[in-house]
């Protein structure tokens, strides 16, 4: 024990560079972590624990580790009581039904009597019972998606994100059964030990801040003076914008952090209200 904080990462996978990176915009130095099982961190108490991604529920549950980054659809399928402490923004997937290109699934009522192969038996069934299907649940272990060419299974239900595997297995995608993304994970949604918490506590208000940082862009413009009313009505500040005055006298400079995904819906009417010289910069980091 060595009174710093341990989390648990998947060691090799497509968790682990996005959780990685997001430690590092933390502000985190992580040492050089090649096949390494134990990684301390240069600048904050920190341990981090490199393990399979389908382990990390039950360590952290076991308290092996403090706290994990892993997929909710793992969370939920392990069910080990762990808490979602928040939701990371990243390796966004969702697990689907998929059938046989020549078949038809046209509503979930045609799933009755099926045979569904899949690695998440337990959200499935979930899924099943609440919209009262029955239909018989194979658990494999992997490579779900040959399941139906092989005879063994009707349909699959299985993670999805871009679509290539299924096709190559001349598979449709089908009714969504479950959204998942990166969550932070703990035992309890207070750790224990008061200065591991403190820690904690540290470290969820950087990754906060990241995720705020990420989601906005600082927007930067030039705007005639009779029109800065209308301007400031239409953008959707986080707070109030800075507005300073510039050498030319009847023009103003607007800055202001905008939330990214509305710069489009907005530049428009920006330049029908006159402003020119738009500038939009990536924020690092933003604390509020
Ligand atoms: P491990 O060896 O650690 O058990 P794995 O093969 O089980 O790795 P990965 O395929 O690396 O796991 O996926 C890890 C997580 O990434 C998934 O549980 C899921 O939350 C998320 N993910 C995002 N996109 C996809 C995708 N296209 N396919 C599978 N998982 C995805
Ligand atoms: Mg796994």
């Not at 399928?77 to 808490?83: A, D, I, Y």
Request: with cysteine; hydrophobic share 40%; glycine share 6%.
């Amino acid at each position: 024990m060595n009174g710093n904080l341990k989390l648990a990462l998947q060691k090799k996978g497509r968790l682990t560079e996005k959780s990685l990176e997001l430690l590092s915009l933390c502000g985190l130095d992580i040492e050089n972590y090649s096949e390494r099982l134990v990684v301390s961190v240069r600048n904050f108490p920190l341990d981090i624990l490199f393990l399979r991604d389908d382990d990390i529920p039950e360590y952290v549950q076991d308290g092996v580790a403090d706290i994990g980054i892993v997929g909710e659809n793992v969370v939920y399928e392990k069910q080990t009581g762990t808490k979602v402490l928040e939701k990371l923004g990243f390796g966004r997937c969702s697990l689907m039904f998929a059938y046989p290109e020549k078949n038809e699934l046209k509503k979930i009522e045609d799933i009755n009597g099926k045979t569904i192969a899949t690695t998440y038996p337990r959200i499935l069934n979930e899924y099943l019972k609440k919209n009262n299907i029955k239909a018989k649940v194979i658990e494999l272990s992997g490579s779900v998606e040959i399941a139906p060419s092989l005879g063994v299974a009707d349909l699959i239900c299985d993670i999805v994100s871009t679509g290539n595997t299924l096709m190559m297995n001349k598979l449709k995608k089908s009714f969504k059964v479950f959204e998942s993304e990166a969550v932070l994970i703990s035992a309890e949604e207070k750790l224990k030990d008061p200065k591991l918490n403190e820690i904690l506590n540290d470290l969820l208000g950087r990754i906060r801040s990241v995720k705020t940082a990420h989601s906005s862009k600082y927007l930067m413009m030039n705007v005639p003076k009779d029109s800065l009313e209308t301007i400031l009505e239409i953008i959707p500040s986080l707070k109030s914008p800075t507005v300073l005055s510039l050498a030319e006298e009847n023009m103003l400079a607007v800055h202001a952090v905008i939330p990214s995904d509305k710069f489009w819906q907005i530049v428009n009417d920006l330049k029908s209200a006159g402003a020119s010289g738009i500038l939009l910069l990536p924020i690092d980091n933003l604390i509020q």
